[in-house]
């Protein structure tokens, strides 16, 4: 993920870098667009006529016919002068021209292609210094500002220039150390990066505000998550050695063997399974089985609990611990005797796993902790975004738990 960040950042600094180059480039490229459409004209227009009159026995540059005709209108011809008819075309004389033009000349074009990479360079090494992530306090903003303003002095002494001559050199062995042009476009370079360096400051540390925020949400939930299960634990295995001290009571001692078996096997997955914050339908119901038995043996066939969740959501997923605390409501707020045998009926259907009693209440109900269903309220709230679902039509209570399937964002 690191690695995939940092060649975008290199990227899109490549690409704004070469955007600068660009701009500060304009003139160069606009040049070049005028001397094509020039040459593509003159290309194009038909060849014409000049004739040249070349004087033998004189030194001097040949003169064009019309100034010759005009001065034989003043002199007569001497007989000496030899005319010679040249054509020539637009094209050759617009060559003729341009050898006084640095820039139209190949070493121009050499020098512009090596202008446009000076300063994409330098703008790649200032978006660098702007951007590149650093844990130390002293890299700061006006650090990386400073640092860049550096930079850019000494840029301006190695800048390529071309002379009239077409001499490509670099500023410092020039003549003249000043030059406005280079110092608009060195400046116009450092300013876009500045200002570009402050926007993704100011981004990074939103990201960072928003990065910090989410760790400490997600350190608060687990510490609210941790003390609901620190609840459930010891709610547990005080009903759980109230069950056995009452088979000792009643001298009940193979039967409290058992059951000690069978306790230590739910704790095996409280502790395993317990502290997770998430677990598969399987587990829960093989959990389920022992922490069953420990019921029917307090209860003495006077509890029945049936099973039937389909297979196909045995690989979905719920929070550890969803289903033996309902189960422990039904036998705290119901009455179970042998005239009230109690049912409960473990159930599946599309997203939920449905636990549904009758309804007999006790004549003197017990004071409530507020752990079962409000402990398993929050947990759900906090481990999958979505609520359990309670519905009491005064016969029948019933709780749909949400189940998640694993291969799909939760």
């Given at each position: 993920m690191k690695s995939t960040t940092n060649r975008k950042a290199f990227a899109l600094n490549l690409l704004i870098a070469i955007v600068i180059s660009v701009v500060v480039n304009f003139s160069y490229l606009v040049f070049i667009m005028v001397e094509n459409s020039?040459?593509?004209?003159?290309?194009?227009?038909?060849?014409?006529?000049?004739?040249?009159?070349?004087a033998p026995t004189s030194d001097k540059q040949p003169l064009i016919v019309e100034d010759v005709i005009k001065a034989n209108e003043q002199e007569p011809q001497n007989g000496k002068e030899e005319i010679i008819i040249?054509?020539?075309?637009?094209?050759?004389?617009?060559?003729?021209?341009?050898?006084?033009?640095?820039?139209?000349?190949?070493?121009?074009?050499?020098?512009?292609?090596?202008?446009?990479?000076?300063?994409?360079?330098?703008?790649?090494?200032?978006?660098?210094?702007?951007?590149?992530?650093?844990?130390?306090?002293?890299?700061?903003?006006?650090?990386?500002?400073?640092?860049?303003?550096?930079?850019?002095?000494?840029?301006?002494?190695?800048?390529?220039?071309?002379?009239?001559?077409?001499?490509?050199?670099?500023?410092?062995?020039?003549?003249?150390?000043?030059?406005?042009?280079?110092?608009?476009?060195?400046?116009?370079?450092?300013?876009?990066?500045?200002?570009?360096?402050?926007?993704?400051q100011m981004h990074y540390k939103q990201q960072e505000i928003e990065v910090e925020n989410e760790r400490l949400k997600n350190e608060n939930l687990t510490w609210q998550y941790n003390t609901l299960v620190n609840q459930v634990n010891p709610h547990f295995l005080f009903n759980s050695l109230n069950s056995l001290s009452m088979l000792v009571r009643e001298e009940k001692k193979d039967d409290a063997l058992v059951y000690i078996d069978q306790m230590s096997d739910t704790y095996r997955y409280i502790i395993q399974d317990g502290t997770t914050e998430m677990t598969t339908v399987e587990n829960e119901l093989r959990f389920l089985e022992a922490y069953k038995y420990l019921l029917e043996i307090r209860y003495?066939?006077?509890?029945?609990?049936?099973?039937?969740?389909?297979?196909?959501?045995?690989?979905?997923?719920?929070?550890?611990?969803?289903?033996?605390?309902?189960?422990?409501?039904?036998?705290?707020?119901?009455?179970i005797t042998s005239a009230h045998p109690m049912t409960i009926d473990i159930?599946?259907?599309?997203?939920?796993?449905?636990?549904a009693n009758t309804l007999?209440?006790?004549?003197?109900?017990?004071?409530?902790?507020?752990?079962?269903?409000?402990?398993?309220?929050?947990?759900?709230?906090?481990?999958?975004?979505?609520?359990i679902v309670v519905e009491n039509n005064g016969a029948t209570f019933t709780v749909k738990l949400p189940i998640t399937n694993p291969n799909n964002a939760r």
């Open positions: 020039n040459n593509n004209r003159q290309a194009s227009e038909p060849h014409r006529t000049t004739t040249e009159v070349v040249r054509e020539e075309s637009i094209s050759n004389l617009s060559k003729q021209r341009q050898t006084n033009n640095p820039w139209a000349t190949e070493k121009g074009h050499l020098f512009m292609m090596m202008d446009m990479l000076y300063y994409a360079g330098v703008a790649m090494l200032l978006l660098w210094i702007m951007t590149f992530p650093t844990r130390r306090q002293h890299w700061g903003y006006v650090w990386r500002m400073l640092v860049c303003i550096a930079l850019l002095t000494l840029f301006y002494f190695i800048a390529p220039q071309i002379t009239w001559r077409g001499d490509i050199i670099i500023t410092a062995s020039a003549r003249r150390l000043f030059n406005p042009m280079l110092l608009l476009k060195l400046s116009t370079t450092g300013l876009i990066v500045v200002l570009y360096g402050k926007i993704y003495a066939g006077k509890l029945h609990i049936n099973v039937e969740v389909d297979n196909m959501f045995y690989t979905c997923e719920l929070p550890p611990l969803s289903i033996q605390p309902l189960i422990e409501n039904v036998v705290k707020h119901n009455t159930t599946s259907e599309e997203g939920y796993v449905v636990v007999t209440p006790k004549l003197e109900p017990e004071s409530s902790t507020g752990i079962g269903l409000s402990n398993l309220s929050h947990r759900y709230e906090l481990l999958t975004g979505r609520n």
